[in-house]
């Protein structure tokens, strides 16, 4: 990956709040026919993205920073398709399996190219233990590797453009930052408030580019229900790097 330092200090201060349990909030995917379902994200600043599935456009005139979906396609390779005012942009296959829920993020890679990407993701649709949420934070902005931090602690580091860390976390408000891995600035994201909806998947994108000013963030809320005890019995580590102290700030949370 090639790398650049921005050259202007961007600090984007987003105060999402409760609107986080509320816009881009889905229902948990109902399965009919053992079906998948797949929901678009729209990572691209400064564009109205049309969506096409397998050759049939499902979504129109798409907004920077919105998700859409979810769109029911049988299992098996699927082609998604972007365009802009008529023009392809890019298309890209990937499988699915049966009853499985994907969010096809459409962004810009790091290292300054202007040229669309995409990634696909996986969403873990199981219950989340009563009382907590699961936080995703994805790397699909133009930076280069960097740190995640929650309440002012490095939470996770080292995550790539196409990334994604998840934690188990308890029903609150968090101040979530995105900064160089190992330094404290410039600030590339942040500090952002996100009030996290228990019994979802929250899914929050970095996204957009600090050199034009269009950092952003899209978020994803997936209803997926409550089950088990209070305590969280799992953490994740997604598909980035190292998760740096996540036992002690677990153990800070809960008190």
């Known amino acids: ?11 984007l201060v987003l105060t999402l709040g ?18 998948a379902s797949l929901y678009v994200v729209q990572g691209l600043p400064g564009r109205s993205v049309d969506v096409t599935v397998d050759g049939k456009q499902v979504a129109k005139g798409v907004k920077t920073a ?38 096809v993020v459409v962004h810009l890679p790091a290292g300054g190219s202007t040229e669309p990407n995409v990634t696909v993701f996986r969403n873990d649709t199981t219950s989340v233990p009563r009382g ?27 995550i790539a453009n196409g990334e994604s860390l ?8 968090y101040k979530v930052a995105i900064t160089p891995t190992g330094k404290t600035s410039p600030v590339y994201l942040g500090p952002v408030s996100l009030t996290v909806k228990g019994g979802a998947v929250n899914r929050v994108y970095a996204l957009g580019d600090p050199d034009n000013n269009t950092m952003n963030v899209a978020v994803h809320v997936l209803a997926t229900g409550s089950s088990g005890s209070e305590r969280p019995k799992k953490v994740d580590t997604g598909t980035g790097g190292e998760a740096a102290g996540v036992v002690r700030f677990l153990a800070k949370l809960t008190r």
Do not use: I, Q
Not at 69 to 80: C, D, I, M, N, T
Not at 135 to 156: C, I, M, Q, S, Y
Not at 166 to 173: F, K, S
């Open 18 to 35: 409760a609107t986080l349990g509320l816009a881009g909030l889905t229902a948990g995917p109902s399965y009919a026919a053992n079906s």
């Open 66 to 103: 919105a998700v859409v979906g979810p769109f029911k396609v049988r299992p098996g390779s699927r082609e998604v398709t972007f365009s802009d005012a008529g023009m392809e942009l890019l298309s890209r296959s990937f499988a699915v399996k049966a009853r499985s829920s994907w969010d």
């Open 1 to 11: 990956m090639t790398t650049r330092a921005p050259r202007r200090l961007l600090v």
């Open 132 to 158: 907590k949420a699961e936080l995703v934070v994805a790397h699909t902005a133009t930076v280069p590797e960097a740190d995640v931090r929650v309440n002012g602690k490095v939470l996770f580091s080292d």
């Open 166 to 173: 998840n934690l188990t976390v308890p029903v609150a408000t």
